[in-house]
Nanobody, 123 residues
C-alpha cells in the first residue's frame, strides 16, 4: 500500500503562482510514477503532469506545458507541482496518484490516490 497526501492548494489571482505537494508513504518504490490529475466542476478528470520517481522523466498535458513544473525530492518522499501563470480554467481539485506500470497519462493506470487539494484561480 502507498499513501499519498496532498497539500498547498488555495486561492490565487489569475497570473499568479502556487505550489502543491504530494507526500508519499508506505511501500513506495523507485519504479513508481507519480502523476497529478485534476477535476474541475462538471468536467472529467484530466491528466496534468507525471514524473518517473527514479529517473526524473517528466510528462505534461499540452494545456500546462511551459507553465507547470513537476519535480520530486527523494529525501522528503515528496512530489511537487509548481504552477505559474495560473488561469481561471486551472481551477479544480488537484489529485496526486501513483502507479508502477501502464500509461502515465491515464488515470486508470494509477493504483493509489490522494484525497485532493482545491486550487481556485480568480479572474
Amino acid at each position: 500500500q502507498v499513501q499519498l497526501v496532498e497539500s498547498g492548494g488555495g486561492l490565487v489571482q489569475s497570473g499568479g503562482s502556487l505550489r502543491v505537494s504530494c507526500v508519499a508513504s508506505g511501500r513506495t518504490s523507485s519504479r513508481y510514477f507519480v502523476g497529478w490529475f485534476r477535476r474541475a466542476p462538471g468536467k472529467e478528470r484530466e491528466f496534468v503532469a507525471a514524473i518517473n520517481w527514479d529517473g526524473g522523466n517528466t510528462y505534461y498535458a499540452d494545456s500546462v506545458k511551459g507553465r507547470f513544473t513537476i519535480s520530486r525530492d527523494h529525501a522528503k518522499n515528496t512530489v511537487y507541482l509548481q504552477m505559474n501563470g495560473l488561469k481561471p480554467e486551472d481551477t479544480a481539485v488537484y489529485y496526486c496518484a501513483a502507479q508502477n506500470s501502464g500509461n502515465v497519462y491515464s488515470g486508470r493506470a494509477y493504483n493509489y490516490w490522494g484525497q485532493g487539494t482545491q486550487v481556485t484561480v480568480s479572474s
